[in-house]
């Protein structure tokens, strides 16, 4: 059986920060990321967006290269620091803070 077809594929992203929201209007998805204006991102035939919370991002459809794709150009509008971790993350990634790779390699 072929999963894109029978299930799909999804990714999660997460907008963590203070006024980081989604929302949906019409066909485009629109970003508040501390920038002096909102972000404004068309979304591509064939997949589905759905927001969660205004700060949850459910990227879904069938093509997983599409996907990935679209999760990855609303990633690079503001990737998470690793100091503080705000910024638009995947909603399974772990953040190493910098400090404990630091001593992790020089306890060694």
């Known amino acids: ?14 907008l963590v920060g203070v006024g980081y929201r989604a929302m949906l209007q019409v066909k485009d998805l629109v ?14 035939e064939g997949i589905q967006v759905k927001v969660e919370d205004n700060t949850r ?14 999760a990855a150009s609303v990633r690079k509008w503001r990737p998470p620091e ?9 909603a399974d990634e772990v ?3 910098p400090l404990i790779l630091f001593l992790s390699r020089n306890l060694e």
Not at 1 to 14: A, D, P
Not at 82 to 90: E, F, I, L, N, Q
């Open 1 to 14: 059986m072929v999963v894109g077809v029978s299930k799909g594929f999804e990714k999660r992203l997460q």
């Open 31 to 44: 970003l508040s990321l501390g920038f002096s204006h909102p972000v404004r991102m068309a979304i591509p």
């Open 57 to 70: 991002i459910v990227v879904s459809g069938y093509d997983k290269s599409a996907i990935g794709q679209f």
């Open 82 to 90: 690793p100091y503080k971790g705000k910024g638009v993350k995947y």
């Open 95 to 97: 953040l190493i803070h």
